[in-house]
């Protein structure tokens, strides 16, 4: 399916487009809801956390090196395991798409389109999604790693322009709503770190797969960063409506910005890097999906399958009946989602299959 190898600045850029696209739909918004305050601390508490647990993970996957969690499956538990793992993932990044895609397009709808149903908008995605997949993988991640130091660069922007709009004394009481509420609670925010469960892949793909523990770190180490700038944004700047469920908050701070009277009104500009972004978060997640397919079965031409993923993803993004239900998925449904899959499941293969891997190194 990849054509060619991934560089190793490519594939830390792909997995921070991961990442943009739930920072910049209702991420920031969540954090502070749930950590208050103390929002800013939280997350560099569990980028900490997922740092301690991607070094182990990196650890994990020395014992199979150039390999990856499909093939680790099949080492542990035959084809049947392979096949299990590699429809979890395919399950989670269609649910993930499709829960994304109706939160982004309701809030399109809000913004931009009042009068436009959210249907037509999810299949102007939809269709755009369809006509990106007919280009190779490469091509995709090469226009991400173009399309994320744009988003990199609205961020920086809507940081810095809103200085003035800034009252740092929000950040108090510096832990929120106590210890609890902050670090145990707290712990449940490593789903916004979603970007690992790309990386279980990434291995067989990269031109320098040594360098696979470097790309590991410096995504999340990157990825924690980038929420500490949008947050902090959010932080600063507002002190009430985000518990309100504001959509796309940061589309709110954008409108914020003014560099003089010749300047204003960014948020437009802002707005349409982030769809194009959004657009390569769902066409990455399509072929990945379609790359483990692939893998579980053999199969000669997945263009049919990519085709049957994106319906698959409309599909679901329309079963739910309104944005408050949408919103209650990835809020409280999804986030469970992406630990269970992301950690939960991948770090107890790779811990069981190198178990196993000793084990079998003693009898030889």
Same mark, same amino acid.
């Given at each position: 399916?990849?054509?060619?190898?991934?560089?190793?600045?490519?594939a830390?850029?792909?997995?921070?487009?991961?990442?943009?696209?739930?920072?910049?739909?209702?991420?920031?918004?969540?954090?502070?809801?749930?950590?208050?305050?103390?929002?800013?601390?939280?997350?560099?508490?569990?980028?900490?956390?997922?740092?301690?647990?991607?070094?182990?993970?990196?650890?994990?996957?020395?014992?199979?090196?150039?390999?990856? *969690?499909?093939?680790?499956? #099949? &080492?542990?538990?035959?084809? +049947?395991?392979?096949? $299990?793992?590699? !429809?979890? /993932? =395919?399950?989670?990044?269609?649910?993930?798409?499709?829960?994304?895609?109706?939160?982004?397009?309701?809030?399109?709808?809000?913004?931009?389109?009042?009068?436009?149903?959210?249907i037509?908008?999810?299949?102007t995605?939809?269709?755009?999604?369809?006509?990106?997949?007919?280009?190779?993988?490469?091509?995709?991640?090469n226009?991400?790693?173009?399309?994320f130091?744009?988003v990199?660069?609205?961020?920086?922007?809507?940081?810095?322009?809103?200085?003035?709009?800034?009252?740092f004394?929000?950040?108090?009481?510096?832990?929120?709503?106590?210890?609890?509420?902050?670090?145990?609670?707290?712990?449940?925010?490593?789903?916004?770190?979603?970007?690992i469960?790309?990386?279980?892949?990434?291995?067989?793909? *990269?031109?320098?797969?040594? #360098? &696979?523990?470097?790309?590991? +770190?410096?995504?999340? $180490?990157?990825? !924690?960063? /980038? =929420?500490l700038?949008c947050?902090?944004?959010?932080?600063?700047m507002?002190s009430?409506?985000?518990?309100?469920?504001?959509?796309?908050p940061?589309?709110?701070?954008?409108?914020?910005?003014?560099?003089?009277?010749?300047?204003?009104?960014?948020?437009?500009?802002?707005l349409?890097?982030?769809?194009?972004?959004?657009?390569?978060?769902?066409?990455?997640?399509?072929?990945?999906?379609?790359?483990?397919?692939?893998?579980?079965?053999?199969?000669?031409?997945?263009?049919?399958?990519?085709?049957?993923i994106?319906?698959?993803?409309?599909?679901?993004?329309?079963?739910?009946?309104?944005?408050?239900?949408?919103?209650?998925?990835?809020?409280?449904?999804?986030?469970?989602?992406r630990?269970?899959?992301?950690?939960?499941?991948?770090?107890?293969?790779?811990?069981?299959?190198?178990?196993?891997?000793?084990?079998v190194g003693d009898?030889?």
């Open positions: 399916m990849v054509k060619s190898k991934i560089g190793t600045i490519s830390i850029l792909l997995t921070l487009s991961i990442a943009v696209s739930y920072i910049t739909s209702s991420l920031p918004r969540t954090f502070i809801n749930e950590t208050k305050s103390a929002a800013l601390l939280n997350i560099i508490y569990i980028t900490v956390v997922v740092l301690f647990i991607i070094i182990l993970f990196c650890k994990l996957f020395e014992k199979f090196p150039g390999l990856d *969690l499909l093939d680790i499956s #099949k &080492f542990l538990g035959g084809n +049947i395991l392979k096949n $299990i793992v590699g !429809g979890f /993932f =395919i399950v989670y990044f269609t649910i993930s798409s499709s829960i994304m895609l109706r939160n982004f397009c309701e809030g399109l709808v809000v913004v931009y389109y009042p009068l436009t149903n959210y037509f908008v999810i299949l995605f939809i269709i755009s999604i369809y006509l990106v997949n007919k280009l190779s993988f490469n091509a995709t991640i226009t991400s790693s173009i399309v130091p744009l990199l660069l609205s961020s920086i922007l809507l940081f810095c322009g809103n200085l003035d709009n800034f009252s004394r929000r950040i108090y009481p510096i832990i929120g709503d106590g210890f609890y509420n902050t670090f145990i609670l707290g712990l449940k925010n490593i789903g916004a770190f979603g970007g469960c790309y990386l279980y892949f990434l291995p067989p793909m *990269l031109k320098e797969p040594q #360098k &696979f523990k470097k790309i590991a +770190i410096i995504s999340v $180490i990157s990825t !924690g960063l /980038f =929420i700038l947050v902090g944004t959010l932080l600063f507002f009430f409506f985000i518990t309100a469920d504001e959509i796309m940061l589309f709110s701070a954008a409108r914020y910005i003014e560099f003089g009277s010749f300047f204003q009104r960014f948020e437009s500009i802002f349409l890097i982030w769809i194009i972004s959004f657009c390569c978060f769902l066409s990455i997640t399509c072929k990945f999906s379609a790359h483990i397919f692939n893998k579980m079965f053999n199969l000669s031409d997945i263009k049919p399958i990519l085709n049957i994106v319906l698959l993803i409309f599909g679901l993004s329309l079963l739910p009946q309104n944005y408050a239900i949408a919103n209650f998925l990835e809020t409280n449904i999804y986030r469970y989602l630990i269970a899959v992301g950690f939960i499941l991948g770090i107890t293969i790779l811990i069981l299959a190198n178990l196993k891997k000793r084990k009898k030889n």
